[in-house]
């Protein structure tokens, strides 16, 4: 009688074994994916601690992720070149924005957005240098850097297609990017 319940708490124990292997093979959801992203905003809330007033930059970066409904990229799609990635995402990189990266890591590099198939620069810069963007100017410079600095402490993103150059000018703090836009897309008749 005893071997009755040995027997039935292995097959039981099985089954459970054999289930989770069905679910994690065709489940849409990665259950890694999720931990990493959890792993991600600990790392991001713990880098963006070392900036000046770092908790307010973290917020208005996480709102602007929020609002765009933005989910970080995941570790399969670290590497993977922009045009193949989906909308919806957010990663990093340098200038070039060939591909993104999931974590900023020790190098220095733009936050980048995908949504509405448009990606995006995003960073902080001066409240004139961003008023040249608003005001749909041509031939201008955009200093930008990936946290907010004395000033250029305003969030702002602009469209990478928009850019016609992008340079890394190193710094006392990390250094900053220079965007020189020539001219606007809308404004081209």
Not at 51 to 70: I, K, T
Request: charged residues 25%.
């Amino acid at each position: 009688m005893k071997r009755w319940y040995l027997y039935l708490i292995t097959a039981l124990l099985g089954l459970v074994i054999v289930g989770y292997f069905i679910v994690r093979g065709s489940s849409p959801i990665n259950f890694s994916d999720i931990w990493s992203r959890n792993n991600h905003v600990t790392n991001a809330q713990r880098d963006v601690g070392k900036m000046s007033d770092g908790n307010a930059a973290l917020r208005e970066v996480l709102r602007l992720r929020r609002e765009q409904q933005l989910r970080p990229l995941t570790e399969r799609e670290d590497g993977t070149k922009v045009q193949d990635l989906p909308n919806g995402i957010y990663g990093f990189s340098m200038c070039s924005v060939v591909a993104l990266r999931a974590k900023r890591g020790d190098t220095f590099s733009l936050e980048i957005h995908k949504y509405n198939g448009i990606v995006y620069y995003v960073g902080y810069a001066s409240d004139e240098q961003i008023e040249k963007y608003l005001t749909r100017q041509k031939d201008f410079h955009i200093l930008t850097s990936p946290h907010p600095r004395k000033g250029a402490s305003t969030l702002f993103e602009i469209p990478v297609e928009f850019v016609s150059k992008c340079e890394e000018r190193p710094g006392g703090d990390g250094g900053m990017f220079d965007l020189f836009v020539t001219t606007i897309p809308e404004l081209q008749t």
